[in-house]
């Protein structure tokens, strides 16, 4: 096994959630553009808050791609909700290259929590009243496209 594919197996999106699991669209909160609330069971597991990069506080924070979205979710959301409202994101816009999460820098439980959601850590970043450790989920044709370096077309 190559070294390329190593690190794309690190990348592995977590299982399926069961059916348990649904999200419901709710008016989104101020600023944002979309706002899901999560249930498992019908047991609330919190809120998810999406807004493009390009409108968040991270638009200056790292090479913004037209279809990024910026995941905020609430303090009580649990990574299976995360994950909910991850993959609902990409699967509405098949244009978007990237999910990112803001952590407070070093906040081991958030960045565990978006792990556990299929989010990487990439970066600390300053914004102009903190500093954060960007996470980020990427959909599968990103990740193979990236592997593909050394295939670069001569004409």
Not at 122 to 141: F, G, I, K, Y
């Amino acid at each position: 096994m190559s070294h390329e594919e190593n690190e794309l197996d690190l990348i592995k999106w977590p299982d399926p959630l069961p059916e348990s699991w649904r999200l419901a669209e709710v008016p989104a909160a101020r600023g944002f553009e979309h706002g899901f609330e999560i249930f498992e069971a019908d047991q609330a597991r919190g809120r998810c808050d999406v807004v493009l990069s390009l409108n968040s506080e991270l638009k200056d924070a790292y090479p913004v791609s037209a279809h990024d979205r910026v995941v905020y979710p609430s303090e009580d959301a649990v990574a299976g909700s995360v994950q909910l409202v991850s993959e609902e994101i990409m699967r509405r816009d098949k244009a978007c290259r990237r999910l990112v999460i803001a952590t407070p820098e070093e906040d081991i439980e958030q960045i565990g929590r978006a792990e556990s959601a299929g989010y990487r850590y990439v970066v600390d970043v300053d914004l102009h009243d903190r500093a954060v450790s960007l996470m980020t989920a990427e959909p599968s044709w990103v990740l193979e496209e990236s592997r593909r370096i050394d295939e670069v077309p001569t004409r």
